[in-house]
């Protein structure tokens, strides 16, 4: 089994930056692509971002390309999310997960979900 625990969400005006941040229990992360995905209440889970094993390959929905930067620490089992010009639009909860398999951009493609942490932006 593997834990995830994102971390790094609040409040912030619009305009501003978050970093999240997604510690990995476990001797596998190293070898497993990511992604974080979001959620507001009522509302389906919404791909973010991905990135492979090695950070070298990174795949953004079209909604945060150019304001949203993932990477990842192996050495620390860690996953990064850099949330840049935040919007209120951009105020849901996020989650990393662990990607298994197809496509990456939907939910039922990734197991080991984390508790989500709140990221709530003002206008």
């Known amino acids: 089994q593997v834990q995830l625990v994102e971390s790094g969400g609040g409040l912030v005006q619009a305009g501003g930056s978050l970093r999240l941040s997604c510690e990995a229990s476990?001797?596998?992360?190293?070898?497993?692509?990511m992604g974080w995905f979001r959620q507001a209440p009522g509302k389906e889970r919404e791909f973010v971002a991905f990135i492979n094993w090695s950070g070298g390959i990174t795949y953004y929905a079209d909604s945060v390309k150019g304001r949203f930067t993932i990477s990842r620490n192996n050495a620390k089992n860690t996953v990064y999310l850099k949330m840049n010009s935040l919007n209120p639009e951009d105020s849901d909860v996020y989650y990393c997960?662990?990607?298994?398999?197809?496509?990456?951009?939907?939910?039922?493609?990734?197991?080991?979900w984390g508790q989500g942490t709140q990221v709530t932006v003002s206008s």
């Open positions: 997960a662990v990607y298994v398999i197809d496509n990456y951009r939907t939910p039922n493609s990734y197991n080991y």
């Open positions: 476990g001797r596998t992360f190293s070898s497993s692509a």
